[in-house]
């Protein structure tokens, strides 16, 4: 019993390992510790304001996974950075996709509900945000005026954001990392950092409102993020077949240099990385679900030489497609 419990931890262990590694997921690196942040007790003041952090973190929900009506007395920041799913909002239902967040204030009923196909990965952020009073409050001098306007006209602005999901157009998300970073690795300065960190996410997610005269404006597409998608969503759909860098650049009207661009900033990654990804994620449910043969499998998926399968498959997982298949399909099955 001892050496099958062990064994069936190291297969875990291994298959973690291997999603981690299946592809360019930005924030792959927070997997293996997605509660690293939620375990360090982070208050910090801005302006007139006490900030205690209560939560941090990656959140992988499994396929269909249900968090069902509940409120928070807190603020919650809900960031979709990979997959699918729908929120309710007190009584309204919107789709989520990766690139969205929202906002639930305190005590904004909602409720939460991962895709079954493709399931969501959430970054958290949940905030008690505390009025200073008197002798708490910030004096003049050195700047500290200016930081509690800064800090006011924030928390301010997060009363005006909209009760539905919104792109994340300013990289709200990128700070997420940064913050994982000074957790892991503790360097000089890292109470300081870990809270420029936090700061960074509310300012990035409050600009959503910036417009350039303060008046309202026609909602716009964030273009790189929009063709990004566009890009992404044309490699799954046809990853099966043969595709190159010039078609689909010249599908989403831009030249292959600034889809590579587009790739890099959008995607922390290359066309030709992600177009792997994306043939490899489903070469491998073909393995563990189907007991079709691993040539059949790969010409299913865009290697018009199955031979050539072989080494891409090694490299990336440091298995053959064979010991993949006997490893996965009794977790499986």
């Not at 300012?203 to 417009?211: K, W």
């Not at 010039?246 to 292959?256: D, G, N, Y």
């Not at 499998?297 to 865009?302: T, V």
């Amino acid at each position: 019993m001892g050496t099958e419990t062990t064994n069936g931890g190291a297969a875990r262990k291994q298959a973690n390992k291997t999603a981690s590694n299946a592809g360019p997921f930005p924030y792959a690196r927070m997997i293996g510790h997605m509660d690293t942040l939620d375990r360090l007790d982070l208050r910090f003041r801005w302006g007139d304001y006490g900030i205690r952090v209560l939560k941090c973190h990656l959140a992988a929900f499994p396929p269909g996974h249900i968090i069902n009506f509940h409120r928070h007395s807190e603020y919650e920041f809900h960031f979709i950075a990979k997959g699918k799913g729908k929120v309710i909002l007190v009584d309204q239902t919107f789709d989520l996709h990766e690139g969205l967040f929202y906002l639930t204030g305190p005590d904004l009923v909602h409720y939460q509900e991962s895709d079954e196909e493709d399931p969501m990965h959430e970054l958290c952020l949940h905030l008690d945000i505390v009025p200073l009073k008197g002798d708490e409050a910030s004096a003049e001098g050195w700047g500290d005026s200016l930081e509690a306007e800064e800090a006011k006209n924030c928390f301010d602005a997060l009363g005006r954001l909209p009760l539905s999901p919104l792109v994340d157009r300013f990289h709200a998300m990128s700070a997420f990392l940064d913050a994982y970073r000074v957790g892991e690795e503790q360097p000089t300065g890292f109470y300081t950092l870990l809270k420029q960190a936090i700061v960074q996410i509310l300012l990035r997610t409050i600009r959503v409102l910036d417009t350039p005269n303060g008046k309202p404006e026609i909602p716009v597409r964030d273009m790189q993020f929009h063709r990004y998608q566009m890009a992404t969503q044309y490699i799954q759909d046809n990853e099966g077949l043969p595709i190159s860098l010039e078609q689909v650049a010249e599908t989403i009207h831009v030249s292959p240099r600034q889809l590579q661009r587009i790739f890099r900033s959008e995607g922390q990654t290359t066309f030709g990385e992600y177009l792997e990804h994306v043939r490899l994620t489903g070469i491998c449910a073909d393995l563990v679900h189907t007991d079709l043969p691993i040539e059949e499998i790969a010409l299913n998926h865009g290697f018009a030489n199955p031979n050539y399968l072989y080494p891409v498959f090694k490299n990336k997982f440091d298995l053959t497609p064979n010991a993949y298949r006997r490893q996965h399909v009794g977790d499986v099955r």
